[in-house]
């Protein structure tokens, strides 16, 4: 490998990867809970491949327990420490928030060790407090090569914001999709995306940082129907008012899918923009009253167009979707288009057909 080097204002020097395009490091992000032996026993009782996919266990704070239950894993994965613990100086108004800026920190720093100290080409992030399916590795190998050549794809995400039990199809446990929603939770960048961004990474709240179109720029990502993770993590930075709410009713896939054996070409933008959008469009239009009194007389799928943010709000509450936007995206969304199931039917909300475009005002 020749000698590259790229720099960068803030001081950084990249240096150009020397892996294997298929390897994928996994960066598993902990700091004090000692439950993270959880989340790498399903890592390790899943991954086939210690060279395809190498652990790198970051660790922010100073907590004994939790860097003793990383240890016993021993050099099944490396287990590294975020130096720098002094006190961050958030605006006093945020200082609640005081959480939300050391995850940025810390994130900050791994992510530089992944992709410059390491040298990695490709990485999935796994919060401590994720449980992975089973087909976890499958899923990200498979996509890998998708991420790497579409350029309007900048993630693939193991999440689906809309993944409860009675919203999904869980016959249908290979489907993914393209969303402009980023999911987080579970999800794999290129360190090419991470050269873009660690330039200009966030003190705090990096996660809706990167929603906003300043970051996101038009780019999607892929998610699946079924989720391949799954927060246990009920008491955390963010309250678990919205663990109890909403996530722990996630469906975590069981039956494991090997996404390598699959075509997944029709994820590329320009196979999906003509058949996924044109069969939602195709879909025949129906409201809310007649799913609920079940005046369709067929089984396939339907579409319910929205053309306000209140008549999405509505909709989203009466279906149990989560009824949030963060830039004008709503959650799963491509294109506008959300799509789940209600009572075994294929539900699409969809914008018109003369949809323009996200509104960030729309929140
Ligand atoms: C929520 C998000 C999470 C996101 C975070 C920041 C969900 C379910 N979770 O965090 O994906 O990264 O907001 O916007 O939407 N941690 C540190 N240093 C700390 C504290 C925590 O590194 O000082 C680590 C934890 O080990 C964990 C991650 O940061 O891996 C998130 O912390 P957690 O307490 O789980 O916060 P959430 O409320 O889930
Ligand atoms: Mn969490």
């Given at each position: 490998?020749?000698?590259?080097?790229?720099?960068?204002?803030?001081?950084?020097?990249?240096?150009?990867?020397?892996?294997?395009?298929?390897?994928?490091?996994?960066?598993?992000?902990?700091?004090?809970?000692?439950?993270?032996?959880?989340?790498?026993?399903?890592?390790?009782?899943?991954?086939?491949?210690?060279?395809q996919?190498?652990?790198?266990?970051?660790?922010?704070?100073?907590?004994?327990?939790?860097?003793?239950?990383?240890?016993?894993?021993?050099?099944?994965?490396?287990?590294?420490?975020q130096?720098?613990?002094?006190?961050?100086?958030?605006?006093?108004?945020?200082?609640?928030?005081?959480?939300?800026?050391?995850?940025?920190?810390?994130?900050?720093?791994?992510?530089?060790?992944?992709?410059?100290t390491?040298?990695?080409?490709?990485?999935?992030?796994?919060?401590?407090?994720?449980?992975?399916?089973?087909?976890?590795?499958?899923?990200?190998?498979?996509?890998?090569?998708?991420?790497?050549?579409?350029?309007?794809?900048?993630?693939?995400s193991?999440?689906?914001?809309?993944?409860?039990?009675a919203?999904?199809?869980?016959?249908?446990?290979?489907?993914?999709?393209?969303?402009?929603f980023?999911?987080?939770?579970?999800?794999m960048?290129?360190?090419?995306l991470?050269?873009?961004?660690?330039?200009?990474?966030?003190n705090?709240?990096?996660?809706?940082?990167?929603?906003?179109?300043?970051?996101?720029?038009?780019?999607?990502?892929?998610?699946?129907?079924?989720?391949?993770?799954?927060?246990?993590?009920?008491?955390?930075?963010?309250?678990?008012?919205?663990?109890?709410?909403?996530?722990?009713?996630?469906?975590?896939?069981?039956?494991?899918?090997?996404?390598?054996?699959?075509?997944?070409?029709?994820?590329?933008?320009?196979?999906?923009?003509?058949?996924?959008?044109?069969?939602?469009?195709?879909?025949?239009?129906?409201?809310?009253?007649?799913?609920?009194?079940?005046?369709?007389?067929?089984?396939?799928?339907?579409?319910?167009?929205?053309?306000?943010?209140?008549?999405?709000?509505?909709?989203?509450?009466?279906?149990?979707?989560?009824?949030?936007?963060?830039?004008?995206v709503?959650?799963t969304?491509?294109?506008?288009?959300?799509?789940?199931?209600?009572e075994?039917?294929?539900?699409?909300?969809?914008?018109?057909?003369?949809?323009?475009?996200?509104?960030?005002?729309?929140?």
């Amino acid at each position: 490998m020749g000698f590259f080097k790229e720099s960068y204002e803030d001081g950084y020097q990249f240096n150009k990867s020397n892996f294997n395009t298929s390897t994928v490091a996994v960066l598993v992000i902990a700091c004090n809970r000692p439950s993270i032996s959880r989340c790498l026993n399903k890592l390790l009782k899943y991954r086939k491949s210690k060279e395809q996919f190498p652990i790198i266990v970051s660790q922010d704070c100073i907590h004994e327990r939790t860097s003793q239950v990383i240890k016993s894993f021993g050099s099944e994965i490396t287990h590294i420490h975020q130096p720098d613990q002094k006190e961050i100086k958030v605006p006093s108004k945020e200082k609640k928030f005081n959480g939300y800026f050391k995850i940025a920190r810390h994130y900050k720093w791994a992510l530089n060790q992944v992709f410059n100290t390491y040298n990695y080409g490709t990485a999935v992030i796994v919060e401590d407090d994720l449980d992975v399916a089973p087909d976890f590795f499958e899923y990200f190998k498979a996509t890998l090569p998708i991420l790497q050549k579409d350029r309007t794809l900048w993630c693939v995400s193991a999440w689906n914001d809309n993944g409860k039990f009675a919203l999904i199809d869980r016959n249908d446990p290979k489907l993914l999709y393209r969303t402009d929603f980023f999911p987080g939770l579970g999800w794999m960048l290129t360190r090419e995306l991470w050269i873009e961004l660690h330039k200009k990474w966030p003190n705090s709240y990096w996660d809706d940082w990167m929603r906003h179109p300043d970051q996101r720029k038009g780019r999607s990502c892929i998610r699946p129907e079924l989720s391949r993770s799954k927060t246990f993590g009920k008491i955390g930075v963010s309250n678990g008012l919205f663990y109890d709410k909403h996530l722990k009713f996630i469906y975590l896939n069981e039956v494991p899918v090997d996404f390598t054996k699959f075509n997944l070409t029709y994820l590329l933008k320009n196979e999906y923009d003509n058949n996924f959008v044109g069969h939602v469009y195709k879909a025949p239009q129906v409201n809310y009253n007649e799913l609920k009194t079940k005046a369709i007389k067929h089984n396939d799928p339907v579409r319910i167009t929205y053309y306000t943010k209140n008549n999405l709000k509505s909709l989203t509450k009466l279906f149990g979707l989560m009824d949030d936007f963060k830039s004008g995206v709503p959650r799963t969304a491509y294109k506008g288009i959300i799509s789940f199931t209600y009572e075994n039917r294929r539900v699409y909300l969809a914008p018109s057909n003369d949809w323009k475009g996200y509104d960030p005002t729309w929140q």
